[in-house]
């Protein structure tokens, strides 16, 4: 969910790298992630933002197994990909190895963001 364009005057691209991960299943998968960690506050971003899970759920799976006598051992939160439009312009570099021929000096352009719990 991008489209290559080009990089506007004073702004800069964030660079990325390939995750691979085995699945206890032996299923590879691989995900392209953005280096958010380059980024300069005050220049690149504002505020952060991580979707988290609420306080009033913790309590309400105390109270359930107080309630009820249930023994907590821990608590696993099982979360979904959560897609959501973007309110800034975000440039990353296309990938090393998948640059589209005969555009490799554009940069990708994300139309919606996936937010990692």
Same mark, same amino acid.
Request: aromatic share 12%; hydrophobic share 40%.
């Given at each position: 969910?991008?489209?290559?364009?080009?990089?506007?005057?004073?702004?800069?691209?964030?660079?990325?790298? %390939?995750?691979?991960?085995?699945?206890?299943?032996?299923?590879?998968?691989?995900?392209?992630?953005?280096?958010?960690?380059?980024?300069?506050? !005050?220049?690149?971003?504002?505020?952060?933002?991580?979707?988290?899970?609420?306080?009033?759920?913790?309590?309400?799976?105390?109270?359930?197994?107080?309630?009820?006598? %249930?023994?907590?051992? !821990?608590?696993?939160?099982?979360?979904?990909?959560?897609?959501?439009?973007?309110?800034?312009?975000?440039?990353?570099?296309?990938?090393?190895?998948?640059?589209?021929?005969?555009?490799?000096?554009?940069?990708?352009?994300?139309?919606?963001?996936?937010? %990692?719990?």
């Amino acid at each position: 969910m991008y489209e290559l364009v080009n990089l506007l005057l004073n702004r800069k691209a964030i660079g990325n790298r %390939w995750v691979l991960n085995q699945k206890m299943d032996g299923r590879k998968r691989a995900r392209l992630v953005a280096k958010g960690y380059l980024q300069v506050k !005050g220049i690149d971003y504002s505020e952060i933002f991580s979707p988290v899970i609420c306080y009033e759920s913790i309590c309400l799976m105390f109270t359930l197994a107080a309630l009820e006598n %249930w023994y907590i051992t !821990g608590l696993d939160v099982k979360t979904v990909f959560l897609y959501q439009k973007l309110n800034k312009e975000i440039y990353m570099k296309q990938p090393k190895g998948f640059t589209t021929r005969g555009q490799g000096s554009k940069v990708m352009r994300p139309t919606m963001c996936v937010v %990692w719990p």
